[in-house]
């Protein structure tokens, strides 16, 4: 059983810069794959990105590729946590944005990972 808290997110304007990183512990956290999603009102959550463990095999949307930054560090084998650094920021990618994990990446990548953090507001202004 893992637990995934995030923390970030909040206002920025357009053109802007945004981090979200999201704490994930639990029994071998570091092996599981881990990722990003995010749901627009009146949209259905959507990939946003995901990285295998042993940060490998980074891979994006390709409405944020070379915009957004997906990262990983591990302290121990019990917890880990996942940035999502964000920049060039457009009131499109304004949305709630969930962090997500699976032991396997392939669940990540087709929207059904095993485990979800509570999500975080972001808001891009115009």
């Known amino acids: 059983q893992l637990q995934l808290v995030e923390s970030g997110g909040g206002l920025v304007q357009a053109g802007g810069s945004l981090s979200v990183s999201c704490e994930v512990s639990g029994r071998a956290a570091v092996a599981y794959a881990m990722g990003w999603f995010r749901q627009a009102p009146g949209k259905d959550r959507e990939f946003v990105a995901s990285?295998?463990?042993?940060?490998?095999?980074?891979?994006?949307?390709d409405a944020v590729k070379g915009r957004f930054t997906v990262s990983r560090d591990s302290r121990d084998s019990d917890k880990s946590t996942i940035y999502l650094q964000m920049s060039s920021l457009k009131p499109d990618d304004t949305a709630v944005y969930y962090c997500a994990a699976d032991p396997a990446i392939l669940s990540l990548l087709r929207g059904r990972p095993k485990y979800w953090g509570q999500g975080t507001q972001v808001t891009v202004s115009s």
């Open positions: 990285l295998a463990w042993r940060n490998v095999d980074g891979r994006y949307a």
